[in-house]
């Protein structure tokens, strides 16, 4: 196969250490740079990026991709080239990043637009949903549900000041052993890829990285539109206010179940009545060793974006 020069990739950004490692999908190169007082590959990293075609991640849309968008849009960074500049830079941005998303507890916060990506990014993160509070999940989390052979943590603190020529292999070790763990979660998402690459050649929707209920909402929304010759915008308007719902009034009269746990849960649905579409009710049903939280936000299946994988 040709070399796409697609990598798999993590950062990892300390106070006074950054450093970036990637995996070619097809070559299965291995390249690792450090940006340090003691070895400073800023110009050979920048060199790479030019050359790659896509970046392969986890939670890299909304972190990795970000950090590494202000290296190469930062031209001081090009110029100077200066280690304590570039390390200092590229820390607070992550911890900027970092700030907003404890705030947004559901990982949506837009670092970059679409428009101004200039390296295309495929996100494992966003295409499992795990940016859904009810399903996020981390990467040690997945390691673990894959029996993946290593599950390492970071060996060094991040806010640490004086990190020395000799603790950056064990940086460089936990970085590679994250970009090998995405690189077999990426194998196992592939029959999703291909289903996502192939909507969009059929359909011309950005939907590398949607999550399954997302493709099916606005896949929804683009046919009727372009059957009823119809603007998705005008559309997405259009909606009828009601002081309440009876959940029985919208609950299809032919819905069963052969389990006495969820016919229970049925009879409990069809008695409710929602007054307010934000915390309305919470409902919870164990079946079979899972528990289902239902409630006006969705369902929630505990441990279920875990077992998938096995």
């Given at each position: 196969?040709?070399?796409?020069?697609?990598?798999?990739?993590?950062?990892?950004?300390l106070?006074?250490?950054?450093t970036?490692?990637?995996?070619?999908?097809?070559?299965?190169e291995?390249?690792?740079y450090?940006?340090?007082?003691d070895?400073n590959?800023?110009k050979e990293?920048?060199?790479?990026?030019?050359?790659?075609?896509?970046?392969?991640?986890?939670?890299?849309?909304?972190?990795?991709?970000?950090?590494?968008?202000?290296?190469?849009?930062?031209?001081s960074?090009r110029?100077?080239n200066?280690?304590?500049e570039i390390?200092?830079?590229l820390y607070?941005k992550?911890?900027?990043?970092i700030q907003e998303?404890?705030q947004?507890?559901?990982?949506n916060?837009?670092?970059?637009?679409?428009?101004?990506?200039l390296?295309?990014q495929?996100?494992l993160?966003?295409?499992?949903?795990?940016n859904n509070?009810?399903?996020?999940t981390s990467?040690k989390?997945?390691?673990i549900?894959?029996?993946?052979?290593?599950?390492?943590?970071m060996p060094i603190e991040?806010?640490?000041?004086?990190i020395?020529?000799e603790?950056?292999?064990?940086?460089?070790?936990?970085?590679?052993?994250?970009?090998?763990?995405?690189y077999e979660?990426?194998?196992?998402?592939?029959p999703?890829?291909?289903l996502?690459?192939?909507?969009?050649?059929t359909y011309n929707i950005p939907?590398?990285n949607?999550?399954?209920?997302?493709?099916?909402e606005q896949?929804i929304?683009?046919?009727?539109?372009?059957k009823?010759?119809?603007d998705?915008?005008e559309?997405?308007?259009?909606?009828?206010?009601r002081l309440k719902i009876?959940?029985?009034d919208?609950i299809l009269p032919?819905?069963?179940?052969?389990s006495?746990?969820?016919?229970?849960?049925?009879h409990t649905?069809?008695?409710t009545t929602i007054?307010n579409?934000?915390?309305?009710f919470?409902?919870?049903?164990?079946y079979?060793?899972f528990?289902y939280?239902?409630?006006?936000?969705?369902?929630?299946c505990?441990?279920?974006?875990l077992?998938?994988?096995?």
């Open positions: 196969m040709d070399n796409r020069n697609v990598w798999v990739y993590d950062i990892e950004t106070a006074s250490c950054f970036y490692t990637a995996y070619n999908i097809d070559t299965h291995t390249v690792q450090v940006i340090h007082k070895r590959d800023c990293l920048l060199k790479h990026l030019k050359i790659c075609k896509g970046h392969i991640g986890f939670n890299n849309v909304n972190f990795d991709y970000p950090v590494i968008h202000k290296l190469i849009t930062t031209r960074y110029v100077k200066n280690p304590y390390v200092d830079g607070l992550a911890q900027q990043i998303q404890i947004d507890k559901f990982h916060v837009v670092a970059v637009k679409h428009s101004e990506v390296i295309p495929l996100d993160f966003k295409l499992w949903h795990y509070k009810a399903r996020s990467l989390s997945l390691e549900s894959m029996n993946y052979p290593n599950v390492m943590e991040h806010t640490r000041t004086n020395t020529a603790e950056i292999a064990g940086i460089l070790a936990y970085n590679l052993n994250d970009v090998m763990a995405t979660f990426y194998k196992k998402s592939l999703k890829i291909e996502r690459k192939s909507l969009m050649n939907c590398l949607w999550s399954d209920s997302k493709i099916g896949l929304l683009k046919l009727y539109c372009d009823t010759d119809t998705t915008h559309v997405k308007k259009l909606r009828s206010d009876a959940l029985n919208v032919y819905i069963t179940f052969n006495v746990e969820f016919n229970t849960l049925l649905f069809k008695q007054n579409t934000k915390g309305a919470a409902e919870s049903v164990v079979k060793g528990k939280d239902y409630g006006t936000g969705g369902i929630k505990v441990s279920s974006s077992v998938i994988l096995r």
